[in-house]
């Protein structure tokens, strides 16, 4: 089992930046893969970054250059540092873990992190 705590959203006006962090704990070792999404309202949610234990971190074509993925393994953390904030990029940010390299391996989902950019 591994629990996933995102933080780190809020109100920030056009052309700020944010750093969302996603904590991970019970068993984070088990972490196969480690995927980033956003969701706006009435919307699927949206693929924003996977990063692979083992493998390069893909980032969606819409977010390259402005998102950018670090990770401290001492504190089991995964950030998403976002530049240069755009109204459109107002949505609610989730982390998912996935346990294993198969389709059908388990995965965990944290509750989300609003980011609400206002013009």
């Known amino acids: 089992q591994v629990q996933l705590v995102e933080s780190g959203g809020g109100l920030v006006h056009t052309g700020g930046s944010l750093r969302l962090s996603c904590a991970a704990s019970g068993s984070p070792w088990t972490i196969f893969s480690l995927v980033w999404y956003l969701q706006v309202p009435g919307n699927q949610r949206e693929l924003v970054v996977t990063?692979?234990?083992?493998?390069?971190?893909n980032y969606a074509d819409s977010v390259k250059g402005r998102f950018t993925i670090s990770i401290n393994s001492a504190k089991n953390t995964a950030y998403l540092q976002i530049n240069s904030l755009q109204p459109e990029d107002t949505a609610v940010y989730y982390c998912?873990?996935?346990?294993?390299?198969?389709?059908?391996?388990?995965?965990?989902w944290g509750q989300g992190t609003q980011v609400t950019v206002s013009s």
């Open positions: 990063i692979p234990i083992r493998g390069n971190t």
């Open positions: 998912k873990a996935r346990t294993g390299g198969a389709v059908e391996s388990p995965v965990f």
